[in-house]
């Protein structure tokens, strides 16, 4: 089974079950400051699975694009991916597990023939605070599954959400497909994770809302919400044993062999693997139509990591790493008739990559220089002047640590433990110029000295281990960020854009949106810097527009009837059979999926905070709601 057949069946199986099939979503969360990629499908529905009203109905299905990073380490291995398509589908507030679950049970038994004794599932055991999901499991056992083909876990296993502190959650089931192989213990199941069970779909009853204050409340409406992983799904349909075997990696595969040997080089094989899943997930982040390139902040920085991180590997295996390009067509041509951004966006990946190669290459040799004059001065005696503590490394900083932090600053004195590269100057080697402890350990070793390897481990772990507490810390606030705030900010970032266009012409167009509950953030593409007076002006009309007092209106209308009527669309989504339209009536009218302030009078005082560059052409406004008279 093909890739494209294979979303064609799911689509079709759901539409003939009453879905409606949604477009994928970007990749590039909007108005959602709390996550830096889309990584569920259930991510652009959040409004929804709160409550709005979804204009295509309570039924919905699609294939969305996902990155999630949380995966990194493990890519390389059979499954793991950072990039990935998750075919899924949604009831607001319609069915509920039974019919879920009969769905599930008969796209995978009826159209994917995968033999029901193949399946495991996991449902919710219950804890102090939540019943057991017997529900769940009654309904597997009425499809014919065994005692010993369902597994009940803890909240630690099936409990799914918040994303956040806050926001939709409830039990869910997984479904595993079983590989065959014997058990690996006697407690072997699917959360064992000797390669026996491979996750391939996950059906959440979202049923509760996480409170700030940790309490559950029951949402007002029950959702269903599952997400099917296609590489896995397409790996097991096609008899292959890891995801680079399918027709979504062989070709990058094949590509890297032949490269490999024409050089009379080896790339090992998990390298081979984790170069082929970057360069797809990079041409799939750059493709996107909200243009991210690599940079040192936010969603810029994780495609910096990644490219380099395959540069890096090239490297290692002494091949140049100049095919980068190249490989990135590959996933082009292969991918731009499901995904026509990338076809439309081709020009800015390949830039993009050339820029970030070039880049790159130069701050190698740079690493490369400062180490061996700090081996020199190892085998000498002390440092020398131009030691590891020049060089800042700013825009060129690389892979882990925090971007722009001066990590050579410290004293590389400690570097030196007899004739052992340090621990603490092998992490910074890596920190600062990317480079690999193998690669230090190499390089070492040429000049007749070790590295402790263990040392640096230990700086790795502790350096993961706050890059996940930041993480954490970037997902705190939760999916749900839609309180009242937002929504004044969000309407204010309609009549932001309407005044835009006013002052500065038609050709203003958004580029990104980002709102918290303190601030607007608002890209918009334009050549120059916009003027003070001009800024003024733009203010005083957002201004006007508040103390009118206008109801903000939702209307459901054809994407024709949005157009006809000049709403303005963001970026180039595909749009289904209805679209929402809120419309601030003499200034505004944009299609968007809301949430909106009621009135314009409930938004305060519109202020500019800061105008500038965000990338080449395109500007960024930062601004804020005070109160009135403040
Ligand atoms: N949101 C759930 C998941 O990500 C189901 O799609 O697993």
Excluded at 576 to 595: F, M, T
Aim: a negative charge; aromatic letters at 8%.
């Amino acid at each position: 089974m093909t890739a494209q057949e294979l979303r064609t069946m799911y689509l079709n199986f759901f539409r003939e079950r009453g879905h409606r099939e949604i477009p994928s979503a970007s990749l590039l969360p909007e108005n959602d400051p709390t996550v830096l990629f889309t990584t569920a499908g259930m991510h652009p529905l959040v409004p929804y699975l709160l409550g709005e009203k979804h204009p295509l109905g309570r039924r919905l299905t699609d294939v969305q694009k996902c990155v999630r990073t949380c995966d990194i380490d493990e890519v390389g291995d059979d499954v793991h991916l950072i990039f990935f398509e998750m075919m899924g589908n949604w009831s607001l507030g319609d069915y509920s597990k039974e019919e879920s679950v009969s769905m599930s049970f008969e796209f995978l038994t009826q159209c994917l023939h995968i033999p029901p004794e193949r399946l495991a599932v996991t449902v919710f055991a219950g804890d102090a605070g939540m019943p057991r999901d017997q529900e769940t499991e009654r309904l597997w056992k009425s499809h014919g599954l065994t005692n010993e083909q369902i597994f009940p876990y803890g909240r630690e296993e099936n409990w799914w959400g918040p994303v956040g502190h806050t926001g939709p959650c409830g039990p869910d089931t997984e479904i595993f497909y079983d590989c065959g192989k014997p058990k690996c213990s006697e407690s072997c199941g699917p959360a064992c994770h000797c390669g026996k069970y491979v996750e391939i779909w996950n059906n959440v009853f979202l049923q509760f809302n996480q409170e700030e204050d940790g309490r559950f409340t029951e949402l007002k409406q029950k959702n269903v919400d599952t997400g099917m992983g296609l590489e896995r799904v397409l790996t097991i349909l096609n008899g292959k044993t890891n995801v680079y075997e399918t027709e979504l990696f062989w070709p990058l595969m094949e590509r890297l062999e032949a490269l490999s040997e024409s050089r009379g080089k080896h790339i090992p094989q998990r390298d081979r693997r984790i170069i082929a899943e970057h360069v797809r997930a990079v041409t799939f982040i750059l493709g996107d139509p909200k243009r991210i390139a690599p940079s040192n902040t936010e969603q810029g920085y994780i495609l910096r990591r990644l490219i380099r991180r395959v540069i890096r590997l090239f490297q290692k295996a002494g091949i140049e790493s100049d095919c980068l390009c190249s490989l990135s067509d590959i996933i082009i041509g292969q991918y731009r008739d499901v995904y026509p951004e990338l076809g439309e966006n081709r020009d800015f990946i390949l830039e993009e990559l050339r820029k970030e190669h070039a880049l790159f290459s130069r701050t190698l040799e740079e690493g490369l220089r400062k180490a061996n004059r700090y081996l020199d001065s190892l085998g000498a005696g002390s440092p020398g002047e131009d030691s590891l503590r020049a060089g800042s490394p700013g825009e060129n900083s690389l892979m882990a640590g925090s971007p722009g932090e001066d990590s050579l600053a410290a004293d590389p004195a400690g570097g030196r433990i007899g004739t052992m590269l340090s621990g603490e100057l092998a992490f910074k080697l890596y920190d600062t110029y990317g480079f690999p402890i193998e690669f230090t350990a190499e390089l070492a070793r040429e000049r007749g000295f070790s590295v402790d390897e263990e040392g640096f481990r230990q700086k790795f772990e502790e350096h993961q281990e706050k890059s996940r507490k930041a993480s954490a810390g970037k997902f705190a606030g939760g999916l749900a960020e839609h309180s009242a705030e937002t929504a004044r900010l969000h309407t204010a970032t309609h009549l932001l854009g309407a005044a835009l266009r006013k002052v500065l012409g038609e050709e203003v167009a958004q580029r990104g949106s980002n709102i918290t509950a303190q601030r607007l953030r608002f890209d918009f593409s334009y050549a120059r810097k916009v003027t003070k007076e001009e800024l003024a002006r733009v203010e005083a009309i957002v201004n006007q527009a508040i103390s009118r007092k206008i109801d903000v209106v939702l209307e459901e209308i054809s994407p024709q009837e949005a157009w006809r009527t000049g709403a303005v669309g963001v970026f180039s989504e595909k749009y289904g059979d209805l679209v929402k339209v809120y419309a601030i009536p003499g200034y505004s009218r944009e299609i968007c999926g809301g949430p909106h302030a009621g009135n314009t009078g409930e938004l305060g005082r519109f202020r500019i905070l800061k105008e500038e560059a965000s990338s080449a052409g395109v500007r960024r406004i930062k601004a804020v709601l005070e109160p009135d008279g403040g």
